[in-house]
């Protein structure tokens, strides 16, 4: 069965860095959109990256566009998410999710109905 497993969250100052990482187990991830959501007390859960694993286009959240970036070893089929110069407003459960089937026909990889495997998710807490 598919899953994954996120890690790499903690506790950081404003202006500190964090390595997400995204571990796929039940299937070897070769041509698949894998993306980053969040979730933030009373707000909807956001796309804040995806990348095509197959192409290597990435795609970003304007909130993080020039902070993070999302990128993939696909030897140890791994997904990873550098978080730089974090803002107390990234706080947040931060997701890993997967797109396996025909990744082609996603119109848009920050859209949450188009993965359709998800991780439990870990916490990234940005203080002040």
């Known amino acids: 069965q598919v899953k994954l497993v996120e890690s790499g969250g903690g506790s950081v100052p404003a202006g500190g860095s964090l390595r997400l990482a995204c571990a796929p187990t039940?299937?070897?991830?070769?041509?698949?959109?894998m993306g980053w959501f969040r979730e933030a007390p009373g707000k909807a859960r956001e796309g804040v990256a995806a990348i095509w694993r197959g192409r290597g286009t990435t795609h970003y959240a304007d909130s993080v566009k020039g902070r993070f970036v999302i990128s993939e070893d696909n030897a140890k089929n791994i997904v990873y998410l550098q978080m730089n110069r974090l803002e107390s407003e990234d706080t947040a459960m931060y997701f890993c999710a997967a797109r396996i089937l025909r990744p082609e026909t996603v119109a848009d990889p920050l859209i949450r109905y188009e993965y359709g495997h998800w991780g439990q998710g870990t916490q990234v807490t940005v203080s002040s």
């Open positions: 039940g299937y070897h991830f070769r041509n698949e959109y």
